[in-house]
């Protein structure tokens, strides 16, 4: 049972191991660059090995260590938890100039406010209130009298932002330190006043940290109190071999220079080469599953990586697992494939390369978790629209999941407050954003075939489109018949369906530089080939439109998956009707001069549309009575043909998907021969029937 298993295994092995897409072609320099690459990640992720002591706090002692002699040691974990005890006492508050405009405004406001509450007959809603007397008072005093009043509620506003407004302060408080200030007034003016500096600033504040002044207090006040030492004596024991080196002890090996600081060569040679080995598999990994990965992409794919770990090593402790590994697994899932996408993921968790704690090892699962579905998610995607919502969806999921993760191994608050989840989930969803909007970019410098990216280039508005529906009609009408044959094709066969419908648009773009010579576009009259009288000059036009269409392709930057179709389609298949008037006249004509320059088809795709390209005239010849069983056996002959002439060689294409693709191709041909009602004419009216 066990070796029928690994039987079936072995033969589905085999059956990938077909060349399904265009192997991409890889220059000397190429591989010396993307060698080179791998080596840069591997020394970024190695870096940490040249720099880290051989001992840290938490590790097993490795020997036994005893004091060389009495010595005095800054204690620097009591240091610190000194310090961090001393912020939320220490900090220092200066008053902000911009806070004090702002309150200063408002003041103005509330005076203009009250000046015409005073002039108006009518009661309005106000925000300050003004009794019946301040009323009278206020329409009874001179207009030297309010400007002196007004200028002392200033005056008054002054002296209390000068002192500082501590936020929260009580509205009596407020109040009656107003009224302190305006005590030089008049009872009936000073409560206005007195009012009118309450409500304007209630609520605020206009004092703000100082960091440098803090720290400056902070270190002032831990000279106070001293700075916490270790007292050791000459023959203490530091360490012992095998127990855990606390803070103290990491202090006291320190002092006495017994903690080795010196790049260590052979650790480093170890996880150098490790990198290297993990770089170079990532690389074999992408281009065992994508046949046509180009070198520029997995460059991007080894970029992406050294980015990562560079900010990783920037960030220290600071770095989110979340934060950088999702984004470049899910565009490189969108680009090159799921499998590349969880190939990259992988490695790039494998080498983080900062030191793996409880904490970071579970931040680290939960974005391996999270970028694993972007990953499997970002193939289904058809749209910018459905990415969108990914990029809403993904950082929520991180947010909960990480949050309940947290919560359970590392119980609770503290553990969750050493990281900000939030902030952290809204950073991942603005670089998912920003990646959706710079995506295009990256597609087409990278030269990577998303699905959004086939959708909107199998719009029939694209220039090259529209140019080829104007220009060469016929060509283009044929185009969408292919198009609906191999675009069912591809789905009886399990194929990538977006792919063929859209290289199925555009793989006789070669013929707009000259439509008149395909019988297509030809209007009634003479054909210009029995015109030329040329058979070896008609092989070449028709061979041109095949050159031409690479060009066209190159021009109008189409990914190179899409411009493989234009000369595959046609693989190297005779040019019958021309080999077989040149024979007519020169009996020792060589086939070879007459056949497609190719490649044959090397991609399931690039076959079904060969295949569907042949069937589509044929089918569309088929006399109204022609039966199911007719067809199939016309269709059976013409692919046949092709498999006899070595063209499906390279494709990948099985005997069963060839008679799938059969049955698949009459479907569509018996949706085009529906029959329709004959509806009658009338007879026009003057005229007898």
């Known amino acids: 049972m066990v070796l029928r298993q690994l039987r079936s295994l072995w033969r589905q092995l085999l059956r990938l191991e077909y060349p399904r897409q265009s192997p991409g072609i890889w220059r000397n320099r190429d591989t010396v660059l993307i060698l080179l690459m791998c080596a840069l990640v591997a020394l970024v992720s190695s870096w940490p090995w040249l720099t880290e002591p051989n001992l840290r706090p938490g590790m097993d002692a490795p020997f036994t260590a005893r004091a060389p002699q009495a010595a005095v040691v800054v204690d620097s974990s009591a240091l610190e938890e000194r310090r961090q005890e001393l912020v939320p006492r220490s900090t220092v508050q200066v008053v902000d100039e911009q806070a004090n405009r702002q309150l200063r405004q408002k003041l103005e406001q509330g005076l203009q406010a009250v000046e015409q509450q005073a002039k108006s007959d009518q009661q309005r809603i106000e925000p300050l209130a003004i009794t019946a007397e301040e009323r009278n008072w206020l329409r009874g005093a001179g207009g030297d009298q309010l400007t002196a009043w007004a200028r002392e509620v200033r005056q008054a506003q002054l002296r209390m932002l000068s002192q500082g407004l501590a936020p929260g302060l009580a509205e009596g408080q407020l109040l009656q330190a107003a009224t302190l200030q305006l005590e030089p007034l008049a009872p009936l003016p000073r409560g206005l006043g007195a009012r009118l500096l309450s409500s304007s600033l209630q609520g605020n504040s206009n004092l703000r940290s100082d960091p440098v002044l803090s720290q400056r207090r902070i270190e002032a006040l831990i000279t106070q109190q001293g700075i916490p030492t270790i007292t050791v004596q000459q023959g203490d024991l530091i360490t012992r071999q095998g127990d855990t080196i606390n803070p103290q002890a990491f202090d006291v090996l320190d002092y006495f220079g017994l903690v080795n600081r010196r790049p260590r060569p052979l650790a480093w040679l170890g996880h150098f080469l490790e990198a290297l080995a993990m770089a170079g598999v990532l690389v074999l990994v992408q281009r065992r599953w994508r046949a046509c990965l180009e070198p520029r992409q997995a460059l ?78 970002a193939g289904r995607q058809r749209s910018r629209a459905e990415l ?302």
């Not at 799921?338 to 939960?366: D, E, K, N, Y």
């Not at 079904?608 to 056996?633: F, H, V, Y």
């Not at 069963?656 to 085009?672: D, G, K, Q, S, T």
């Open 388 to 689: 969108l919502q990914l990029a809403v969806l993904l950082p929520g999921a991180g947010l909960l999941l990480q949050w309940l993760l947290l919560q359970w191994r590392l119980q609770g608050p503290g553990a969750v407050a050493q990281v900000d989840l939030m902030s952290e989930a809204l950073l991942l969803g603005g670089l998912l954003m920003a990646g959706l909007l710079l995506a295009p970019l990256v597609e087409t410098f990278f030269g990577l075939v998303t699905r959004a990216r086939l959708m909107e280039l199998a719009d029939l508005q694209r220039p090259l489109l529209r140019r080829l529906s104007v220009e060469a009609p016929g060509t283009f009408e044929h185009t969408l018949m292919i198009a609906g044959l191999a675009e069912e094709g591809a789905r009886a066969i399990q194929a990538d369906i977006d792919l063929v419908r859209t290289g199925a648009l555009y793989h006789d773009v070669g013929k707009l530089h000259g439509p008149e010579w395909f019988i297509e576009n030809q209007k009634e009259g003479n054909n210009p080939h029995d015109t030329l009288d040329d058979p070896f000059a008609s092989a070449g036009i028709l061979q041109a439109h095949v050159d031409e269409g690479l060009k066209l392709a190159r021009r109008y930057r189409l990914p190179r998956p899409l411009a493989d179709f234009i000369p595959e389609h046609q693989g190297t298949l005779k040019m019958g009707y021309f080999l077989h008037q040149a024979r007519e006249r020169q009996p020792s004509v060589t086939e070879e001069s007459f056949r497609y320059r190719g490649p044959a088809p090397r991609s399931r795709e690039t076959a079904i549309l060969m295949l569907a390209d042949g069937c589509e005239a044929a089918l569309r010849s088929l006399p109204p009575g022609t039966s199911e069983n007719e067809a199939r056996q016309m269709v059976r002959r013409i692919i046949e043909a092709r498999q006899d002439d070595d063209q499906l060689a390279n494709s990948g294409i099985s005997r069963a998907e060839l008679e799938l693709l059969i049955r698949a191709f009459v479907r569509v041909w018996r949706r085009m021969r529906h029959r329709r009602i004959a509806y009658p004419i009338p007879a026009r009216k003057g005229y007898s029937a």
């Open 300 to 377: 991007l794919a080894l970029g992406a990586l050294l980015v990562v770990q560079g900010f990783a090593l920037w960030l220290g402790p600071l770095a989110s697992p979340l934060v950088l590994l999702v984004p470049p697994a899910l565009l490189l899932a969108q680009g090159l494939g799921t499998p590349c996408g969880l190939a990259w993921l992988a490695a790039a968790s494998f080498l983080w390369p900062m030191p793996i704690t409880a904490l970071t090892g579970m931040r680290l699962l939960v974005a391996a978790t999270v970028g694993s579905v972007a990953a499997l998610a």
